[in-house]
């Protein structure tokens, strides 16, 4: 399965759109694609994973890595959008506890 990553970047937000399957084959794509964004001063960075219809632990990994990058560079950093199985795996593995894992963006009503 491919992953479709879509990066809308401006001065300190950066808006992640991620579609597909997160795994050991598509991490790799996510992680090059994403941790230089991670490294940006004070970014708020906010990834939307309403498309993801499976990851294993390799994707989970690169979420903690983009999150130690964000937070490094006194930034801030949201995942939302997950599903029901998806939040069930970040809070399986206490990372729910530690990574900001709203279900909706600012604003939106839901």
Same mark, same amino acid.
């Given at each position: 399965?491919?992953? %479709?990553? %879509?990066? %809308?970047?401006?001065?300190?937000?950066?808006? /992640?759109?991620?579609? +597909?399957?997160?795994? /050991?084959?598509?991490?790799?794509?996510? @992680?090059?694609? &994403?941790?230089?964004?991670?490294? @940006?001063?004070? /970014?708020?960075?906010?990834?939307?994973?309403?498309? =993801? !219809?499976?990851?294993?632990?390799?994707?989970?990994? =690169?979420?903690? $890595?983009?999150?130690?990058?964000?937070?490094?560079?006194?930034?801030?950093?949201?995942?939302? $959008? #997950? !599903? !029901?199985? #998806?939040?069930? &795996?970040? *809070?399986?593995?206490? #990372?729910?506890?530690?990574?900001?894992? !709203? +279900? @909706?963006? *600012? +604003?939106?009503?839901?």
């Amino acid at each position: 399965m491919n992953i %479709n990553i %879509n990066v %809308n970047n401006n001065d300190t937000l950066t808006e /992640v759109t991620v579609n +597909g399957e997160i795994d /050991v084959y598509t991490a790799p794509k996510l @992680k090059e694609e &994403l941790i230089p964004l991670s490294e @940006k001063e004070n /970014v708020d960075m906010i990834v939307d994973l309403s498309g =993801v !219809s499976y990851m294993d632990s390799t994707g989970l990994g =690169v979420f903690v $890595g983009l999150f130690k990058n964000v937070r490094a560079h006194e930034g801030s950093f949201k995942i939302i $959008g #997950l !599903s !029901s199985r #998806l939040q069930r &795996l970040f *809070e399986i593995t206490g #990372l729910a506890d530690i990574i900001d894992i !709203s +279900g @909706k963006m *600012e +604003g939106e009503i839901r």
